[in-house]
């Protein structure tokens, strides 16, 4: 949903007991504003709201891009991630049996399973599993499972990390709005 940034401001000042009538603005002030903080940390909390608000609530997901998508000398399969990839809903493989829902970081037990030459402690179609990748060009998931050949996406579901327009709106889901304001709020 696109939100007017003067708008989130206006309901974090008002959530404080400021007057956001009576906030300066950058031209009658020298120094920065209360409106000018509140604007640079809505840039720096907004992912943390969208990250710490229930999967169930969030709408705005996006479709995984399907380009790029490579087999692995082990077997694995490398999806590059877009730019503004911020996490994950959904993700499936054709041939997998059920979605992977949970990336796993490079050094946690269930990534290093995955290097084991053990079957039953590494991915599958009944439980594939995704590990982000660090790549030369961004961050892509390393995903394990058996899978078709070649390996195509099914499905894919994402959510954007959100960003100030030079329009002055951001596009958040609906629900992450109350908790940014508060956070906002609590911040300052």
Not at 143 to 153: S, V, W, Y
Not at 155 to 160: A, F, K, L, N
Not at 173 to 179: G, L, S, T
Request: glycine share 8%.
């Amino acid at each position: 949903m696109k939100t007017e940034v003067a708008d989130i401001i206006r309901k974090a000042a008002i959530l404080m007991g400021e007057n956001p009538e009576l906030m300066g603005t950058g031209s009658e002030c020298e120094t920065a504003t209360l409106a000018d903080r509140l604007r640079l940390e809505i840039e720096l909390r907004a992912a943390e709201a969208v990250t710490s608000t229930p999967p169930a609530l969030l709408d705005g997901w996006k479709s995984l891009p399907h380009e790029g998508i490579a087999e692995m000398e082990d077997g694995s399969v490398m999806l590059p991630l877009p730019s503004d990839f911020l996490m994950l809903h959904t993700l499936r493989l054709e041939g997998w049996e059920r979605d992977v829902t949970e990336i796993s970081n490079p050094g946690t037990l269930t990534a290093k399973l995955q290097k084991w030459s053990r079957g039953a402690m590494k991915g599958s179609r009944q439980r594939p599993v995704a590990v982000m990748t660090p790549t030369g060009t961004g961050k892509a998931l390393r995903l394990h499972g058996a899978h078709e050949m070649p390996p195509e996406m099914a499905e894919g579901w994402y959510m954007p990390y959100p960003a100030i327009a030079p329009d002055g709106f951001i596009d958040l889901p609906a629900a992450v709005i109350p908790r940014l304001v508060r956070m906002l709020a609590e911040c300052l």
